[in-house]
C-alpha cells in the first residue's frame, strides 16, 4: 500500500466543506489558483495511520458539466489528477439538494466516502438519517460529521485511509438506459479512454456536454463515429423533454426516492429557524434596511477602522522604510546615488500595498463571516434584480461599497471583493467599474478643487460627485457587458438561500489570514515590476547638464557660505571638509524627523541624548543650548539645510518636468487641450497613477513659486490658472476626467492579480483613460460652445446621465440577455 494519498473534497457551496478542509489539515495549507483561472485552489495535508494525504479542496459547485469555471476545475481535477479518493461532503439538513453531484462522481468511477456533515443541524430540524439504509442505498461508506465543532474528524481520517475501489450503485435512467448502455458500449472499446468512466463519459454526451466532447476530440483520431451516435441518441430521446433535462429528472428523482426512505421528519410542521429568521430579513420594507446596516458596519469596521490601526502598522513600516535607509548608500547634497533613490523608491511601493494588510484581514473575516453565517446570499438574493439590469450580480454591491461608493472607499479591497462574484461576466464588468468609486485618495484633488473654483456650492459639487460616479459604473458596465464582454461566460442563475450558521472563530481567522497572505505574495511578485518602470519615466533623463550645473553653484555658494559663517568658531573642526559637511546635513535631516514623530516630551529627550551619544561632535548643531558659538552653529546648519530643501524641491520639479512622463505630459498637450488640460495637468495626472495622492502632491511641487511661500496651494494654482484663461468649466472637466480615470498602480496590480491577465489589466488603463479623456472633452467644448458655467455644466451633466440610467432600467420585455430568464424564474 502506498505511503501517500491524494484525496479530493468534493461538495456544493455551504456545505461546509472549508471547515471539514480545516478540521483534516489543520494549518497545513496553500492558497493558490488554478491555472488561466481566479477559482481558489486550496490544499493542506495532514499524516494518519503511516500514510502522508494530500487534501484538494474542489471549488463548489452543484453538477459536473461545462456550465461554470468552478465546476470544470473540479472535472477537470478529478479526471486529470486522479486522486485516490472523493470525500463528497453533503449537508445532511438538506441531502436532496447535494445528491444529484453524489450520483456524478459515483458514476466517474473513483472510490468516493460521504462525509455528512451538519448532522447537529439536521437533528434540531427534527431530521433522523438511517445511515445504514443510505449506506445501502449508495453502496459507499457514510460518516457523519459535524465539522464547525471538530466531530467526526478522526472517523473520517479512517475510513480515507481504508478506502478502496468498490463497485458504486449507478443510476438507472429508465427511457434513457438503452442509449447509455449503448455509448457506453462504443467508450469501453477505446483504449485511448480506459482511464475514464464509460458510462460517465456516455451520460455526458447525452447530456450533450462540450467539455466531454471536447474530450473525445482530444483522445481519438476519428472522433465523429461516437459524437454522430450521440447527436443521433440524442435527437431520438422520446418524449418532448431533451435528453438532459430528463437525466436531470432522473437524478432529482433518485435523491427524491433515497431521501423518503432514509431520512423521517420528526417535526414535518416546524419552521425552521433559518425561515424564521428570513421572514425579517427579507421583508419587502426591512430587507433594504438589513442590507444597509450591514454594509455601513462592514464599511465602517473594514476601511475607517482598518485605517485607524494602520496608525499603528505604518510607524513599523516607516521603520522599516528608515532601516533600508540606514542601509543604502548615504544620501547627497543635492542628488542622490541612483541605488538609494531606487531602493527607496521600491519600499515606499512596497509599504503603500502593505499598508492595507489591517484593512484586508479586518475585510476578509468580515466576508467569511458573512459567507459562513449565510447570509451573503441574502445580499446576492435582494439586489440581484436590480444590478441584473446593468449586467451585474447582486454580490457587486459589496465591492462597490469598498470602493467608495459615496466617498472615502479603496479601489483595491473593492477589487480583492469580486472573488466571489460566480458570474464570470458579472465579475468582470463588477472588477472593471469598481475604480470609478470615490476611493479616499480622490477626494484631495476634489476638495483641492472645490475650494478654488466653487467655494458658494461645495455641498452640491461634493454631492454631484458622490453620485454620478454610481451612475458613470452601472452606466458601463452595461456597456461592457454588452459589448467586450458579450461572449464571457455567464453562468445560470441559482439562488440558494442555505441555512443560517454561527461562524467559527478558527474558520473566520483561518480564511481572513490565507486571503491576505494570498494578496501579500501576489502582488509582491507584480509590484516590483512596475514601480520600477513608473520609477525610470519619472527620474530619466534627468535634469539637463545647464541646469544641474546651476543648482550646483547656488549649492556650493551655499556650502561656502556655511562655512564663512562658522568662521573661528571652534565647531567649524567638525566639518573639516564636504564629505563631513554632507554627513551633518544628513544627520540633522534625520534629527529633525525624529523630533518631528516624537511622541511627547521624553521621547524627544530621548533622541536628543541618542544624537549626543552617536554624533558628539555635531550635537552642538542640532541641540538647544545657550553658548554663543553652538547658537552660531545651530543657525548656519538651519540656513544650510534650509537652502538644501529648497534646491532639492526647485530640481525635483525641474526633474519632474524634464523626465519621461514630463515630456509625455508636454507631448499631450495637443490632445488634451480639447479638455482644457495643460502639461502640469497632464503630468500631475500621471503621476497618479501611482497613487492617487500623487496628484495634489505633484500640483503642489509644480505650481511651487519663490515668491508664494506662504500662500495655500490652492491661492497659488488658482492664480495661475486664471491667468491663463482657465475657469471653472476646467475644474469640472478634470474632475469628470480623475473620476473615470484609470485605477491606480495598486488597483491595477490588484486587476492583473484577480483577472490573471495582461491584457485585462491593459484594458483597465486604456479604456478608462479613453472613456474619461472624451467625456472630460465633449463636457469642456460643450460647456464653452453654450457659454454655461462650471455649475451650471455639472447639473446638466448629472441629469443627463441620470436619464439615461433610468432608460437602461426601465423592463424591456422584448430584450433579454443570456440568463436573464433564469434569473428572473427563481424566487
Known amino acids: 500500500m502506498s ?29 493558490a489558483n488554478y491555472p488561466g483561472v481566479t477559482v481558489d485552489k486550496k490544499s493542506g495535508r495532514y499524516t494518519h495511520a503511516g500514510q502522508t494525504v494530500e487534501v484538494v479542496d474542489l471549488p463548489g459547485c452543484y453538477s459536473l458539466t461545462s456550465y461554470s469555471p468552478e465546476e470544470r476545475v473540479a472535472r477537470e481535477f478529478l479526471l486529470d489528477d486522479g486522486p485516490d479518493v472523493v470525500v463528497n461532503v453533503l449537508d445532511a439538513s438538506n441531502l436532496r439538494r447535494g445528491l444529484p453531484l453524489t450520483f456524478q462522481l459515483l458514476e466517474m468511477g473513483v472510490p468516493v466516502i460521504v462525509a455528512l456533515n451538519m448532522m447537529d443541524v439536521a437533528e434540531s430540524r427534527g431530521l433522523e438519517i438511517d445511515l445504514a439504509a443510505l449506506e445501502r442505498r449508495l453502496c459507499v461508506p457514510i460518516i457523519p460529521v459535524i465539522g464547525r465543532k471538530g466531530q467526526g474528524g478522526e472517523i473520517l481520517r479512517d475510513a480515507i485511509a481504508q478506502a478502496r475501489h468498490t463497485q458504486p450503485a449507478t443510476l438507472n435512467y429508465g427511457p434513457l438506459e438503452p442509449a447509455v448502455e449503448d455509448l457506453q458500449a462504443l467508450l469501453a472499446d477505446e483504449p485511448a479512454l480506459r482511464d475514464v468512466s464509460a458510462r460517465w463519459l456516455a451520460v455526458k454526451l447525452l447530456e450533450d456536454d462540450s467539455e466531454a466532447e471536447r474530450l473525445l476530440t482530444e483522445r481519438l483520431d476519428n472522433p465523429h463515429p461516437i459524437l454522430d451516435r450521440a447527436h443521433r441518441l440524442r435527437a431520438a430521446a422520446p418524449g418532448q423533454e431533451s435528453a438532459a433535462d430528463r437525466i436531470a429528472r432522473a437524478r432529482d428523482g433518485l435523491a427524491a426516492d433515497i431521501v423518503a426512505t ?52 505604518w510607524p513599523i513600516l516607516a521603520g522599516f522604510r528608515n532601516l533600508a535607509a540606514g542601509v543604502l548608500p548615504d544620501a547627497g547634497f543635492l542628488v542622490d546615488p541612483q541605488i538609494r533613490s531606487l531602493g527607496l523608491w521600491m519600499v515606499d511601493s512596497a509599504n503603500t500595498l502593505l499598508n492595507y494588510v489591517p484593512i484586508f484581514l479586518i475585510l476578509f473575516a468580515l466576508i467569511a463571516i458573512l459567507e459562513d453565517s449565510g447570509y451573503m446570499a441574502r445580499i446576492a438574493f435582494i439586489l440581484d434584480r436590480i444590478l441584473n439590469r446593468f449586467g451585474l450580480h447582486g454580490q457587486s454591491t459589496l465591492p462597490f461599497i469598498l470602493a467608495g461608493v459615496f466617498a472615502g472607499g479603496c479601489a483595491v479591497p473593492g477589487v480583492m471583493a469580486t472573488k466571489g462574484i460566480p458570474d464570470h461576466r458579472a465579475r468582470m464588468a463588477t472588477i472593471l467599474t469598481v475604480p470609478f468609486m470615490n476611493c479616499m485618495a480622490k477626494i484631495p484633488l476634489y476638495t483641492l478643487l472645490i475650494n478654488i473654483y466653487f467655494p458658494d456650492a461645495k455641498g452640491l459639487m461634493l454631492f454631484y460627485l458622490s453620485t454620478i460616479t454610481v451612475i458613470a459604473a452601472l452606466l458601463v458596465a452595461k456597456l461592457l457587458t454588452t459589448s467586450v464582454l458579450r461572449g464571457h461566460e455567464t453562468a445560470p442563475f441559482v439562488m440558494e438561500l442555505p441555512n443560517y450558521h454561527l461562524p467559527t472563530l478558527r474558520g473566520v481567522a483561518q480564511r481572513a489570514f490565507d486571503r491576505t497572505w494570498l494578496y501579500i505574495k501576489k502582488v509582491g511578485t507584480v509590484v516590483v515590476a512596475i514601480a520600477v518602470v513608473i520609477y525610470v519615466l519619472l527620474q530619466f533623463p534627468g535634469v539637463p547638464a545647464e541646469r544641474q550645473i546651476a543648482y550646483q553653484d547656488r549649492a556650493e555658494a551655499a556650502i561656502t557660505q556655511f562655512y564663512d559663517d562658522l568662521a573661528g568658531n571652534p565647531h567649524r573642526a567638525a566639518v573639516p571638509d564636504q564629505a563631513a559637511l554632507i554627513d551633518l546635513v544628513n544627520v540633522y535631516t534625520g534629527y529633525k524627523s525624529a523630533r518631528l514623530n516624537a511622541g511627547g516630551r521624553a521621547a524627544a529627550e530621548a533622541i536628543d541624548e541618542r544624537i549626543a551619544e552617536r554624533h558628539p561632535a555635531f550635537a552642538p548643531f542640532m541641540l538647544r ?163 454655461l458655467t462650471g455649475l451650471q455644466t455639472m447639473t446638466a451633466i448629472y441629469l443627463l446621465g441620470l436619464g439615461a440610467l433610468l432608460v437602461v432600467a426601465l423592463p424591456k420585455p422584448w430584450l433579454r440577455l443570456p440568463g436573464q430568464a433564469a434569473r428572473e424564474e427563481s424566487p
Open 3 to 31: 505511503d501517500r494519498r491524494l484525496v479530493a473534497l468534493a461538495g456544493q457551496q455551504n456545505a461546509g466543506k472549508s471547515t471539514l478542509f480545516n478540521l483534516l489539515t489543520g494549518l497545513t495549507q496553500h492558497i
Open 625 to 787: 543650548s545657550r553658548e554663543a558659538d553652538d547658537k552660531a552653529a545651530a543657525r548656519a546648519l538651519r540656513t544650510l539645510a534650509s537652502t538644501r530643501t529648497t534646491l532639492r524641491r526647485e530640481m525635483r520639479s525641474d526633474k519632474i518636468e524634464s523626465s519621461f512622463l514630463g515630456m509625455i505630459g508636454r507631448s499631450l498637450e495637443p490632445v488634451t487641450q480639447f479638455a482644457d488640460f495643460d502639461w502640469k495637468i497632464n503630468v500631475a495626472l500621471l503621476a497618479s497613477f501611482a497613487a492617487r495622492e500623487s496628484s495634489v502632491a505633484t500640483l503642489g511641487v509644480l505650481f511651487d513659486q519663490d515668491d508664494g511661500q506662504n500662500q495655500t496651494l490652492e491661492e497659488r494654482m488658482g492664480t495661475e490658472q486664471a491667468a491663463e484663461g482657465r475657469t471653472a468649466l476646467s475644474a469640472v472637466a478634470l474632475m469628470l476626467f480623475f473620476a473615470l480615470y484609470p485605477p491606480c498602480l495598486a488597483t491595477v496590480i490588484m486587476v492583473r492579480v484577480q483577472t490573471d491577465s495582461y491584457r485585462w489589466m491593459a484594458f483597465s488603463i486604456i479604456f478608462p483613460t479613453a472613456l474619461g479623456l472624451g467625456v472630460a472633452s465633449a463636457v469642456f467644448t460643450a460647456g464653452s460652445a453654450l457659454h
Open 262 to 313: 432514509c431520512i423521517t421528519n420528526t417535526k414535518a410542521d416546524h419552521v425552521p429557524i433559518s425561515e424564521r429568521i428570513d421572514r425579517f430579513l427579507l421583508n419587502r420594507w426591512l430587507a433594504p434596511v438589513f442590507l444597509m446596516a450591514t454594509v455601513w458596519a462592514i464599511y465602517q469596521l473594514s476601511i475607517v477602522q482598518g485605517y485607524e490601526l494602520t496608525k499603528v502598522t
